[in-house]
C-alpha cells in the first residue's frame, strides 16, 4: 500500500507518479538537432536531472564539450567518432563501424544504469543512414528503454522504423542557411 504525504500546509496528499520517460526524434535537414537536445539536456538539469549524450560520428573539440565540463556530473558527453569531421561520400575505415558500436553500448550502460533520466544519442540517425550502426541494433536498445528514461535520437535522415516508435518527431526544416554563402562553422555557433 502507497502511503500519502502531508502536504506544506499539513494535509495528506498522494505520492507523485512515477515520471514516464518518452522517445523524441529530431531529424530533417535544418539547423538545430543537436542543439534542441542540448537545451533539453540543460532544462533537465536546471531541475537536477543528469543526462547522458552520447555523440556519434563527432570527434572533434566543441563548445558544448566545453560547457558540458561545467555542468558535470549534470550532463555527461562522449564522443563516438574521429577527431576529423567525416563527409557521407568519403569512404569509412574500419574504426568507424567499431566507434559506432561501441559508442551504442556506451550509450545502453548509460540507459540502464539509473544514473540518467535522459540519454542523448546525437546524430544516430546519420550513422544508421550510413550504415555504421543498423536499424535492428538501434530497435534493440528502445527495446530495453527503462520506463522512467527520456530518450532523444538526432540526425538527418531518421528511418521510419525510427520515427514509428517514436513519441514525438521534430523534423527541423532548412529555408535558409549562411552557408550557402559560404559562411564556415563559427566557433560558439555552430562548434
Known sequence: MKKKTTGSSGEKTAPAAPVRGYIQVYTGDGKGKTTAALGLALRAA?????????????????????????????????????????????????????????????CLQAMLSGQYRLVVLDEVNVALNLGLLSEKQVLEFLDRKPESVEIILTGRYAPESILDRADLVTEMVCRKHYYQKGVRARRGIEK
Do not use: C, M, V
Not at 61 to 87: M, V, Y
Open 46 to 106: 536546471g531541475h537536477g536531472f543528469r543526462t547522458y549524450f552520447g555523440q556519434f560520428l563527432k570527434g572533434q573539440p566543441s563548445g558544448e564539450i566545453l560547457a558540458a565540463r561545467k555542468l558535470s556530473p549534470l550532463i555527461t558527453i562522449e564522443q563516438f567518432g574521429r577527431k576529423k569531421f567525416l563527409k557521407i561520400t568519403e569512404n569509412f575505415e574500419e574504426q568507424d563501424y567499431r566507434l559506432a558500436g561501441a559508442g551504442l553500448k556506451k
